[in-house]
């Protein structure tokens, strides 16, 4: 997993609550276990029409946006089923981070295993994030996680809270497998002794 230290990049602005992860990934893309060309299908049935061309209304599609790294969307992001394809698909579009009042449970998790930040802020540092997501390419936000800190295009900052265990994680691009490996050493002494001791096993 890459790791998270500091991110810069446009935001884009996704004003609509209670996106669900069938909305961020509709279900006819979750017949891989790929992580990666997902990007394709992020938010499919809002950024193409029938026909299957760009709906040019979509943030994600106007000039600006297209190559967003992070989203600031309304409350409630990433509610409804499980499903990690979300977070996979986030991240194959390129989205790293993602700036909400609050989340679905299960979404929050699988994006901290899959190498985003889920931040939540308050109602009214929303707003302010909005505004400046709402000025196009000029909407660079800079997110540092060590000092848990949203930087504004202005100047201006929006702490942030996170689970020190979870900021870790990030810092370092530690997923679970990444966890068990840093025990390795252990591991394979365990393994060496019950060898030893447990030869007929």
């Known amino acids: 997993m890459d790791k998270f230290t500091t991110l810069e990049g446009v935001a884009a602005p996704l004003k609509i609550i209670n996106v669900d992860t ?3 990934i509709p279900k ?3 017949k891989t276990i790929k992580r990666t060309g997902l990007g394709k299908g992020l ?8 026909d299957g061309s760009e709906n040019p209304d979509f943030v994600l599609n106007k000039p600006a946006y297209r190559n967003a790294k992070i989203l600031v969307a309304g409350d409630n992001f990433g509610c409804g ?3 990690e394809h979300a977070p996979w698909a986030l991240l194959d579009f390129g989205i790293r981070c993602v700036i909400s009042t609050s ?6 998790n699988n994006c901290f295993k899959n190498g985003i930040l889920p931040i939540r802020v308050t109602q009214a540092d929303l707003d302010k994030l909005f505004d400046d997501a709402e000025r196009g390419a000029n909407a660079t936000l800079t997110i540092d996680l060590a000092n848990q800190e949203i930087r504004g295009p202005d100047g201006g900052t ?5 689970d020190a265990f979870r900021k870790h994680c990030l810092l370092n691009g530690l997923d679970d497998i990444g966890l068990t490996m840093e025990k390795k050493a252990a591991i ?3 393994e060496d002794k019950a060898k030893r001791e447990r030869a007929w096993a």
């Open 81 to 83: 089923s499980s499903r």
């Open 158 to 162: 929006v702490k942030f809270e996170i």
């Open 28 to 30: 006819q893309y979750l």
């Open 188 to 190: 394979d002494s365990y």
């Open 103 to 108: 989340f679905g449970d299960i979404f929050y």
């Open 43 to 50: 938010f499919s049935e809002q950024r193409y029409r029938e």
């Open 22 to 24: 069938d909305m961020i």
